[in-house]
């Protein structure tokens, strides 16, 4: 997979080769505003240092 891959042109051309895209949302800030962010790129996975309230969040939007 990728990592920190955030060019909408560039998550499109790696996903049609298969290749998975994570983000690391890691800041004193990041939350749901910055989650909701990533997820809608359509990446694969979130680096966080909030894992519980991400999961939480990822549950309560209908997330994988």
Same mark, same amino acid.
């Given at each position: 997979? +990728? =990592?920190?891959? /955030? ?6 051309? *790696? !996903?049609?080769?298969?290749?998975? *895209?994570?983000? =690391?949302? $890691? /800041?004193?800030?990041? #939350?749901? *505003? /910055? ?5 809608? $790129? #359509?990446?694969? #996975? +979130?680096?966080? =240092?909030?894992?519980?309230? +991400? *999961? !939480?969040?990822? !549950?309560?939007?209908? !997330?994988?």
């Amino acid at each position: 997979g +990728l =990592d920190n891959i /955030s060019d909408p042109q560039m998550i499109r051309a *790696v !996903h049609a080769r298969g290749i998975a *895209v994570w983000q =690391d949302v $890691q /800041s004193p800030t990041e #939350g749901p *505003v /910055s989650w909701k962010e990533a997820l809608s $790129q #359509g990446i694969q #996975g +979130l680096q966080t =240092d909030k894992p519980q309230e +991400l *999961v !939480h969040y990822l !549950h309560t939007t209908n !997330h994988r």
